[in-house]
């Protein structure tokens, strides 16, 4: 008896790339107001540069990486509030239309 053949499993992606997917789903919903978010989304590639470096890259300490979580939570905290507040504006700016 054969068994079915499963594809590969793709290889989840690195934090980079979803950082990468998070700044453009940000582009895509805000359009230019999403320029609001750029310092924020800079602190979380940060994080994710510090959290996985990658080959060759030193990795951080058990507290290190413990302080970045926090740091990241906290930050995405402020990266929620500030886009409510932009999408409110994009719909302002589309005339109070509502999704």
Do not use: I
Request: charged share 30%; proline share 8%; net charge neutral.
């Amino acid at each position: 008896m054969t068994s079915p053949k499963t594809p590969p499993r793709k290889p989840s992606p690195g934090m980079a790339e979803l950082v990468e997917r998070l700044e453009q789903a940000v582009t895509a919903s805000l359009g230019s107001l999403g320029e609001g978010t750029k310092p924020l989304l800079d602190v979380v590639r940060e994080g994710a540069k510090a959290l996985e470096p990658g080959p060759g890259g030193a990795r951080l300490s058990l507290k290190e990486r413990e302080a970045w979580g926090v740091q990241l939570e906290t930050t995405f905290q402020r990266l929620e509030d500030v886009m409510e507040g932009l999408q409110l504006a994009a719909r302002a700016q589309a005339g109070g239309k509502r999704d």
